[in-house]
């Protein structure tokens, strides 16, 4: 299989999509910072059954690292990316440089509210989102693909995207793809490579099955606040430092206005917390 035609201007980038454009075809994006996994690999597939042209970013964004989060550790695997790209048939990878995606005198930025402002990630994170939908604004602007997909594991990200996409008028879908899982339960995470075998084997494995099980509390008519502190006792004492569990709505990350029972909308239950050397995120569906 042929690999990816690698793209590193915005130009060029602009000048194949114009091509493939001209010829017919539909075009799916995955925005990606590289390091690439089964779960990013996922996304490629359900790119190509979304569009006849799948395009892959890779670009470790800058803005979107807080001064305590070392951007020269982030890992940089790009011969490995391209080897599994090429086996999934992407067709393109555009990978810009930092100075190609932020010119001199750069000084644009995306301010938001909504899903971006109620409390998780931004919370813990508060440079994060604007980071991610500055560069995500620059990267669907620059392409103008029809679709682009982003995994469901960075769920609240994915609320901000489709929010931002949407508030901005830029006339790309933005579809979410399933949370790819290892026998255990465990969500595939780049993070994942920082635990021991321990931990990714029998600790990290846990934030699924309790969320789960958090779940079937839920769905039962528990209430609330109780199933959310049983599963923040377990994580606990399975020796996470927990950022939060919390309920959510599903589309505007809104909390519950009730702690009796499960509304019947959909809800989404999110985690973050840390092992020693790792801070690990997950949610599912309710």
Request: proline residues 7%; hydrophobic residues 45%; aromatic residues 6%.
């Amino acid at each position: 299989m042929p690999a990816p035609t690698i793209i590193d201007t915005v130009t060029g980038l602009r000048r194949q999509v114009a091509e493939w454009r001209a010829a017919g075809d539909r075009i799916a994006y995955v925005p990606t910072m590289g390091a690439l996994h089964e779960g990013h690999l996922s996304l490629v597939r359900l790119g190509r059954r979304q569009a006849r042209r799948v395009v892959v970013s890779i670009f470790v964004n800058p803005t979107q690292f807080s001064p305590t989060e070392d951007l020269a550790a982030y890992p940089r695997t790009f011969d490995a990316d391209l080897a599994a790209l090429t086996s999934e048939g992407a067709d393109a990878v555009f990978f810009p440089s930092a100075m190609e995606m932020y010119p001199d005198g750069f000084a644009t930025t995306v301010s938001l509210l909504g899903p971006a402002s109620v409390g998780l990630e931004d919370r813990f994170r508060p440079a994060h989102f604007p980071g991610v939908a500055t560069v995500v604004a620059k990267l669907l602007i620059q392409g103008l693909p029809d679709v682009a997909i982003f995994g469901e594991k960075d769920y609240q990200q994915l609320c901000v995207v489709r929010r931002m996409a949407r508030d901005l008028n830029i006339p790309v879908e933005i579809i979410g793809g399933h949370t790819v899982r290892t026998p255990s339960g465990l969500a595939l995470s780049s993070r994942n490579a920082y635990m021991s075998e321990h931990e990714r084997e029998v600790i990290a494995p846990m934030i699924h099955a309790t969320l789960t099980g958090c779940a079937k509390d839920l769905r039962a008519g528990g209430a609330i606040g109780t199933a959310l502190a049983k599963a923040r006792r377990d994580l606990s004492a399975a020796g996470f430092a927990i950022d939060y569990i919390e309920l959510r709505q599903a589309d505007t990350l809104a909390l519950p206005e009730t702690d009796f029972c499960l509304p019947k909308e959909p809800y989404r239950l999110l985690f973050a917390g840390k092992l020693p050397n790792v801070r690990l995120i997950d949610n599912i569906a309710v």
